[in-house]
Every structure is written in structure tokens, then in C-alpha cells.
């Protein structure tokens, strides 16, 4: 796929650019460009631009409006020390987004080209990518059904895009958060779309986020969808719990059961976890282990994970079974010894020996 460069002839200026890249929040602001590339069924795939961000127009009828065949991913882009850019594992994101389209039948779009979109959208807007620790370039690639119709099938055409945004290190004011257990709503079910990013299973869990912050917590936690009992993941975010403590702490997280989403951070910090000399397990725990593991103090630390906050505290646990807490609301030690060594690498001050970080072009 060539990807055409159209740079923006009205890109925001940059004493503006460098005061939105200053106080970046999440989502707030957007890069001068976006990538868009079209797909249809006999030609494949064709007309990949870098252009200016901005609107889209599509037919009211296209099919994304109507069946939400659509997929996304979510990766960063960090400074490095030489002042170069590195992307975090994008083969890892590209490989998960081609499983996510081949889920929700949307076209393949091959690994290579996936990366050279995004490195091309990072190369033009480098000038928006954060310097401090924490802080990067958040990327969204997407994917959505573009043909007009009505009719019930996958689309026949399709609009891949890549857009970006400045993102703050999410972590710093974090106090541990908050989590409401629903035994009510799933997010996913064996058979089901759980392990494609895909916007239907967040458009099917806001009503189960609306009831966690009901109950005045700040995510809700998923449990399986045929006992109810078994946990899966924490919003957009996989979870880990610390077992034990010291150095003969096992860090342990749900395993893939094909419901829960496959974070490329949760990959990560099973190899990180177990390079700093911690054992690592993967398996199933229910919310009666999490509750009595809470209370014997054998669990010690929570955390969750995910390419937007990195990782993040978790404390209260509530549910209708009850309320109970981790930790005194603080970031636990290991939580914070495995959150700085994988910002380490991905900052380029820590040996990158899994070959993780892929330079942008200059
Ligand atoms: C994206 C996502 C994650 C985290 O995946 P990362 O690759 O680590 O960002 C976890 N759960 C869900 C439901 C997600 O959509």
C-alpha cells in the first residue's frame, strides 16, 4: 500500500502546538494530520493519505451507522533519550487488529502496512509527541464499514484511518481506583467478540460503567459471563494481582479464556514481571478468592493495565457481596517496581532486550 503524503497547509501553529503538547490531558487535542486509506471488496485496498485531520463524510446509509462493524486499537509513541520516536510493540497491535477484523469481518489490513501508516502519521506530527517521563503520542487506528445499504452482511467496503493525540501521564495525580463488580451485565461471552477491540463491546458496557459510577466507583470489573464468579478484566484494562510479597511475590493474572480482551501490556508484564525475578502465573481467580486473599493479606497489591494509563492502582473492590479493601489506597511496590521498568524501556533508559521499541523514520 503507498501511502501518499498531503501535509496540512494549516497546521496549528506552533506556539500553540507546544502549549496543548505542554498540558496534553487524554483525547483533548488532535495532530495537524490523520492517515485514511479505502477498501473494497475487488480492488482491496487503495488511496492511503497522510492528510489534514478533519472530518469525514459518509453516506447516512453506510453500515457502520447501522450494525457497528467497526475495530480500533489503541498504541503510543514515546521520545527517547537521543531525541528519536519509538513506537511500543506496534507488529503486537497490528497482528491483534487484523484478528479483530477477520472477528467482525472487516478486511485484513497486512502488518506491514498498519505500521507504515502509523509511523508515517507519527513522522509528520512529531512535533506533537510529550518529552517527560509518562507522557507520549496516543495513537487510535480504526476501521469501519463504509458501504451504503441496508442489508444485513459484511460490507463490501471499508475506511481504515489513524488519528493522534497527545496524551498526559495519566498515572502521576492516580490514586488507586475504584472498582464496582458487576454480577449483573457481561462484557463477553465464550463465542461472543470479547477478544476483538471492537467499539460493540464498549457500546454494551457503558450501562455497566454507569452503574459502577452509581455506586461511586470508578470502573466496573467484568466477571465470566456463565458462573459469575470468575474475573476477567477491569473496564478497558486487564487486571494482575500480587501474591505475597518481597521477591517471592507471584504476580498472577487472569488467563485468556477467549472472553477477555488480549492487552499487549498484560503480555508485557508477564516477561517484565518475570525478568525482575518475580514469579508470574496465569490462571482463574473468583471474587470469593479475591475477597478472602484481600483479608488474609495474601494478596497484597492490584493493579490493572492497558496502553493508556500503563498501569494503575486498584483499592476498593465493591459488589453485592460485599466491600472490601487492598493496600491503603497508595500504589503498591511492586505496582510501581513494574510500572517504572516497562516506562523504562518504553523511554528508551532501560535495555530494550525483548525488542519491543521500533524507531519511527526521520
Ligand atoms: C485495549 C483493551 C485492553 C488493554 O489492551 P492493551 O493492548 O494493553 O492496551 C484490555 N481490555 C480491553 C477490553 C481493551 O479493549
Same mark, same amino acid.
Given at each position: 500500500?503507498k501511502?501518499?503524503?498531503?501535509?496540512?497547509?494549516n497546521?496549528?501553529?506552533?506556539? +500553540?502546538?507546544?502549549?496543548?503538547?505542554?498540558?496534553?490531558?487524554?483525547?483533548?487535542?488532535?495532530?495537524?494530520?490523520?492517515?485514511?486509506?479505502?477498501?473494497?471488496?475487488?480492488?482491496?485496498?487503495s488511496?492511503?493519505?497522510?492528510?489534514?485531520?478533519?472530518?469525514?463524510? @459518509?453516506?447516512?446509509?453506510?453500515?457502520?451507522?447501522?450494525?457497528?462493524?467497526?475495530?480500533?486499537?489503541?498504541?503510543?509513541?514515546?521520545?527517547?533519550?537521543?531525541?528519536?520516536?519509538?513506537?511500543?510493540?506496534?507488529?503486537?497491535?497490528?497482528?491483534?487488529?487484523?484478528?479483530?477484523?477477520?472477528?467482525?469481518?472487516?478486511? +485484513?489490513?497486512?502488518?506491514?502496512?498498519?505500521?507504515?501508516?502509523?509511523?508515517?502519521?507519527?513522522?509528520?506530527?512529531?512535533?506533537?509527541?510529550?518529552?517527560?517521563?509518562?507522557?507520549s503520542?496516543?495513537?487510535?487506528?480504526?476501521m469501519?464499514?463504509?458501504?451504503?445499504?441496508?442489508?444485513?452482511?459484511?460490507?463490501?467496503?471499508?475506511?481504515?484511518?489513524?488519528?493522534?493525540?497527545?496524551?498526559? %501521564?495519566?498515572?502521576?495525580?492516580?490514586?488507586?481506583?475504584?472498582?464496582?463488580i458487576?454480577?449483573?451485565?457481561?462484557?463477553?461471552?465464550?463465542g461472543?467478540?470479547?477478544?476483538?477491540?471492537?467499539?460493540?463491546?464498549?457500546?454494551?458496557?457503558?450501562?455497566?460503567?454507569?452503574?459502577?459510577?452509581?455506586?461511586?466507583?470508578?470502573?466496573?470489573?467484568?466477571?465470566?459471563?456463565?458462573?459469575?464468579?470468575?474475573? +476477567?478484566e477491569?473496564?478497558?484494562m486487564n487486571?494482575y494481582?500480587?501474591?505475597?510479597?518481597?521477591?517471592?511475590?507471584?504476580?498472577?493474572?487472569?488467563?485468556?479464556?477467549?472472553? @477477555?480482551?488480549?492487552?499487549?501490556?498484560?503480555?508485557?508484564?508477564?516477561?517484565? %514481571?518475570s525478568?525482575?525475578?518475580y514469579?508470574?502465573?496465569?490462571?482463574?481467580?473468583?471474587?470469593? +478468592?479475591?475477597?478472602?486473599?484481600?483479608?488474609?493479606?495474601?494478596?497484597?497489591?492490584?493493579?490493572?493495565?492497558?496502553?493508556?494509563?500503563?498501569?494503575?492502582?486498584?483499592?476498593?473492590?465493591?459488589?453485592v457481596?460485599?466491600?472490601?479493601?487492598?493496600?491503603?489506597?497508595?500504589?503498591?511496590?511492586?505496582?510501581?517496581?513494574?510500572?517504572?521498568?516497562?516506562?523504562?524501556?518504553?523511554?528508551?533508559t532501560i535495555?530494550?532486550?525483548?525488542?519491543?521499541?521500533?524507531?519511527?523514520?526521520?
Amino acid at each position: 500500500m503507498k501511502i501518499n503524503i498531503n501535509p496540512n497547509s494549516n497546521p496549528v501553529p506552533a506556539a +500553540e502546538r507546544e502549549k496543548r503538547v505542554a498540558e496534553p490531558g487524554f483525547g483533548k487535542y488532535f495532530t495537524d494530520h490523520m492517515v485514511t486509506a479505502q477498501w473494497n471488496q475487488g480492488a482491496g485496498w487503495s488511496d492511503a493519505n497522510v492528510q489534514a485531520y478533519g472530518p469525514i463524510s @459518509l453516506d447516512p446509509a453506510a453500515m457502520v451507522f447501522h450494525y457497528g462493524q467497526e475495530i480500533f486499537e489503541g498504541m503510543k509513541a514515546y521520545s527517547q533519550p537521543d531525541g528519536s520516536i519509538a513506537l511500543f510493540r506496534p507488529e503486537a497491535n497490528a497482528l491483534r487488529f487484523a484478528k479483530s477484523a477477520a472477528r467482525i469481518t472487516l478486511p +485484513e489490513l497486512p502488518v506491514n502496512d498498519f505500521v507504515s501508516a502509523v509511523d508515517a502519521l507519527v513522522k509528520i506530527d512529531s512535533g506533537w509527541v510529550p518529552k517527560r517521563v509518562g507522557e507520549s503520542l496516543y495513537i487510535r487506528p480504526f476501521m469501519i464499514a463504509t458501504e451504503v445499504g441496508l442489508g444485513v452482511r459484511p460490507s463490501n467496503q471499508a475506511l481504515f484511518a489513524v488519528i493522534a493525540t497527545p496524551a498526559a %501521564a495519566y498515572f502521576n495525580a492516580a490514586k488507586a481506583v475504584t472498582v464496582w463488580i458487576s454480577t449483573e451485565y457481561v462484557r463477553a461471552a465464550l463465542g461472543g467478540t470479547g477478544e476483538a477491540k471492537c467499539g460493540g463491546n464498549y457500546a454494551a458496557s457503558l450501562l455497566a460503567q454507569q452503574q459502577a459510577a452509581a455506586q461511586g466507583c470508578d470502573q466496573v470489573v467484568w466477571l465470566d459471563a456463565q458462573e459469575r464468579r470468575y474475573v +476477567e478484566e477491569m473496564g478497558g484494562m486487564n487486571l494482575y494481582f500480587v501474591k505475597g510479597r518481597g521477591k517471592d511475590a507471584t504476580i498472577f493474572t487472569p488467563k485468556l479464556t477467549g472472553t @477477555l480482551l488480549p492487552g499487549i501490556t498484560r503480555d508485557s508484564i508477564l516477561s517484565v %514481571a518475570s525478568d525482575l525475578g518475580y514469579k508470574v502465573e496465569e490462571g482463574m481467580i473468583s471474587i470469593d +478468592e479475591w475477597r478472602d486473599g484481600v483479608a488474609s493479606g495474601e494478596i497484597s497489591e492490584i493493579f490493572a493495565c492497558g496502553t493508556a494509563a500503563v498501569i494503575a492502582p486498584v483499592g476498593t473492590a465493591k459488589s453485592v457481596h460485599g466491600t472490601w479493601v487492598t493496600g491503603d489506597g497508595n500504589p503498591g511496590q511492586i505496582t510501581m517496581e513494574i510500572r517504572n521498568h516497562l516506562l523504562g524501556i518504553q523511554h528508551g533508559t532501560i535495555a530494550d532486550k525483548h525488542g519491543w521499541m521500533k524507531k519511527v523514520s526521520q
